[in-house]
């Protein structure tokens, strides 16, 4: 029985991880691969620079969504024309934006947005550094000593 559940286990192991590593190659279709295996790499290359607009956070290039495969298309198309890579990336970026790039560049108003992490994290470990210093300085707090009648009164008190 041990044996059963052992090979049983080992078979869905190899066969997840079967599906986990072929789930990119189920992303390009066999009628969208060019002949020429040249330009294949380059659009497959430039392809894993792309944001699918579907998926968000995954290159066309292993997306099954519909609009990943027109992009792909496209890529293709332009590549075959005879743009460069440059260009063909220029071309899809002027169709859907800066969004579609996985990698935005810092041109124009982008330097904000990549210099706004870092310079919360500096702000925020300023404002705490603040706080504890501020906080050294602070005037401690004296406890009253008792005087000697009030230290017989907590006597008679505790003792009852």
């Known amino acids: 029985m041990k044996r059963l559940v052992l090979a049983m286990g080992l ?3 190899v066969a997840l991880a079967g599906l986990i590593v072929a789930n990119p190659v189920w992303a390009v279709q066999p009628d969208e691969v060019l ?7 380059r659009a497959r290359e430039l392809s894993k620079e792309l944001r699918c607009l579907v998926c968000r956070n995954e290159s066309i290039d292993e997306s099954n969504a519909d609009l990943a495969r027109d992009l792909r298309l ?3 198309e332009r590549l075959v024309a005879g743009d460069s890579d440059e ?5 899809i970026v002027d169709r859907y934006g800066e969004y579609v790039l996985l990698r935005p560049t810092t041109d124009g108003s982008n330097w904000l947005l990549w210099a706004a992490g870092p310079l919360m994290l500096l702000l925020a470990g300023g404002a705490g550094l603040g706080y504890l210093r501020g906080r050294e300085r602070a005037p401690k707090s ?15 008190i505790l003792d009852e």
């Open 74 to 76: 496209l890529l293709r």
């Open 142 to 156: 004296h406890e009253a000593t008792l005087n000697a009648a009030e230290q017989e009164r907590l006597r008679q």
């Open 11 to 13: 078979i869905y192991t």
């Open 35 to 41: 002949d020429d295996p040249v330009l294949e790499t």
């Open 87 to 91: 260009a063909a990336i220029a071309f």
